[in-house]
Nanobody, 117 residues
Framework: QVQLVESGGGLVQPGGSLRLSCVGSGSLFSISTVGWYRQAPGSQRELVALITSSGSDIKYGDSVLGRFTVSRDNAENRVYLQLNSLKPEDTAVYYC??????????WGQGTQVTVSS
């Protein structure tokens, strides 16, 4: 089993930056695809970024492409999300995610990111 704990959310002005971190417990984390989803009020949860276990393949949601960067440190069981050029529409709860093979999926509890002046 994997437990995921996010940190790094907060309030930031438009155009600013944040770095989210997620630490995972358990032996599956380093061999799982991990990443981030987000959910704004009244909206469905959407993909932000995913990175495979080796880091060789990365996928971004269209709305964050070119602004956000996902990375991982398997030695520390961590996945990071660097958020740059933030916009008010990036305001959401950001969830850490891990997937082992196709069906073993875990979620973190979420961290709030608010972009506002």
């Amino acid at each position: 089993q994997v437990q995921l704990v996010e940190s790094g959310g907060g309030l930031v002005q438009p155009g600013g930056s944040l770095r989210l971190s997620c630490v995972g417990s358990g032996s599956l984390f380093s061999i799982s695809t991990v990443g981030w989803y987000r959910q704004a009020p009244g909206s469905q949860r959407e993909l932000v970024a995913l990175i495979t276990s080796s880091g060789s393949d990365i996928k971004y949601g269209d709305s964050v492409l070119g602004r956000f960067t996902v990375s991982r440190d398997n030695a520390e069981n961590r996945v990071y999300l660097q958020l740059n050029s933030l916009k008010p529409e990036d305001t959401a709860v950001y969830y850490c995610y891990s997937r082992y093979r196709s069906s073993t999926i875990y979620w973190g509890q979420g961290t709030q990111v608010t972009v506002s002046s």
